[in-house]
C-alpha cells in the first residue's frame, strides 16, 4: 500500500470521528441525556472508530486497490457499522447473543439514533466533502 493513501485514510478518519461526535452530543442533548453519557459515549465513539476504521480500511485498500478508491472505503464504512454491534455485545452484560444484539439496537428508536444514527449521517457527510475536496 502506498503512502498516500494511508494519510488520506488518517485524514478521512478525523474528519469522521469529527463529524460523528458533533452529531453524536447534539442527539444526546436533544434526548436529554445526562453528561456522563455523553462523555462515556465521546470516548467510546472516538475509541472504537480510531481503532476500527483505519485498520479495516487499510485491509479494504490493500485487498481492493485496483478498484479505484471509493470501493474500498465504502466497504470499509460497511464493515465498521456492522462491527459496532458487537462492540456494545462486549460492553453488554446480559444474556443475549449477538444478533438479538443486532436487532434490538436496530429495532429500538432510541439506540438506533444514539448508536447508528451519527455514524451514518458522518460518513455521508465525510462521503461528500472527500468527493469534493478530492480526498481520495
Do not use: W
Amino acid at each position: 500500500m502506498e503512502y498516500p493513501i494511508l494519510k488520506k485514510l488518517f485524514v478521512y478518519t478525523l474528519l469522521l470521528i469529527v463529524v460523528d461526535l458533533f452529531i453524536n452530543i447534539i442527539l444526546n442533548l436533544i434526548q436529554g441525556n445526562p453528561g456522563i453519557v455523553i462523555a462515556g459515549s465521546v470516548i467510546l465513539r472516538v475509541f472504537f472508530l480510531l481503532l476500527f476504521f483505519p485498520s479495516v480500511g487499510c485491509l479494504m485498500f490493500l485487498l481492493f486497490k485496483n478498484r479505484g478508491h471509493y470501493i474500498p472505503l465504502f466497504l470499509t464504512t460497511i464493515t465498521v457499522y456492522l462491527m459496532i454491534p458487537s462492540v456494545v455485545y462486549l460492553l453488554k452484560s446480559n444474556n443475549k447473543n449477538l444478533m438479538e444484539v443486532y436487532i434490538d439496537l436496530h429495532a429500538d428508536f432510541y439506540m438506533f439514533a444514539i448508536i447508528f444514527l451519527p455514524y451514518i449521517l458522518a460518513s455521508f457527510i465525510c462521503v461528500i466533502v472527500s468527493s469534493k475536496t478530492r480526498l481520495f
